[in-house]
């Protein structure tokens, strides 16, 4: 399919100062669009002005939240080649959020060729400080003005750009993580392995109350035994204890990381044992008490890794690593951010350029 392309005649102001990018609120000029109508299929690809669209009061989306969406980022490398990571993956995770929505499987190679054809239009807004990116943000959903509630037949799907910085406020400093013992995220059979806005919106609760106690995000633990760790608001967690580094199994009820895989290959081909496996809560506790938690970060693509520095599970208070970042985590981040900005090798040829 060929991707229409209409430029815009009114370019946007590019946010002067980027230490204060912060996450997701400037967008650029442009974004993608395509339909998918019963018996058409995907079509109509084009690229158009960044701007608002239409919906009917209606339209499916807006009331049971038929709606998918992924996050990737793109870099400018110092020889100025433009670099996605394994994008691929994110495409290959969007359908697998479709099947369980009940949403069109789109194209993923085609979906890629989206993305790039989008960057490269907006690719002046790119941003180049250390620690920032471009934000990408595919997303699809149910345009249907009615309100029954079956699979839509009229869709939506649309990626957007953000310069952003860091997604924490506190960068790469450790975080504080407040253990969730009254709300849950998911359960086995829903939702919880897909990137659907619902799962966000079910998160907003806790959320707002720990902020207003001091703590950046939740961990979030199983809803059924209320003991096994899941994961932390917006990424994937592991612990790293005396031998072992673990992260809790892809139980159905956790998002499938792309950082998670990533990190998961590069803590194993530096010689790390990691398994991944059940953790409880009163597990990593336990080994905080016997000095044997030596860390503890999340992944995500959003928040890359990040250092959590205590973790408080009702009255008690778990400090990891004095509350400085460690060097697995350091490690991590060097290596992570050097391979995706194209300055280390790409050993596991995971970066695709423009
Ligand atoms: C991401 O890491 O890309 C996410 O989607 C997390 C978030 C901002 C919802």
Known sequence: MEIRIEK?????????DESKLGFGTYFTDHMFMMNYDEGQGWHDPRIVPYGPIELEPSAMCLHYAQEVFEGMKAYKAKDGRILLFRPEKNMQRLNSSNDRLCIPFIDEDFGVEAVKALVEIDRDWIPTSEGTSLYIRPFIFAMDPQVGVHPAKHLL??????????????????????????????????????KTGGNYA?????????????????????????????????????????????????????LPGVTRMSVIDMLKSWGYNVTERKISIEEVAEAARDGRLLEAFGTGTAAVISPIGLLKNGQDEIVINNGKIGDIAQRLYDTLTGIQWGELPDEFGWTVAL
């Open 8 to 16: 815009t005649g009114d370019p946007r102001q590019k946010p002067s």
């Open 157 to 194: 799907f649309m990626i957007i750009l953000s310069p952003v910085g860091a997604y924490y406020p506190e960068g790469l400093n450790p975080i504080k993580i407040y253990v969730e013992n009254n709300y849950v995220r998911s359960v086995y059979g829903g939702m919880g392995y897909t």
């Open 202 to 254: 079910s998160s907003l609760k806790a959320q707002a109350e720990s902020e207003k106690i001091g703590f950046t995000q939740v961990l979030w633990l199983d809803g059924i035994e209320r003991k096994y760790i899941e994961e932390v608001g917006t990424m994937n967690v592991f612990f790293a204890l005396d031998g072992e580094i673990v992260t809790p199994e892809l139980s159905g009820s956790i």
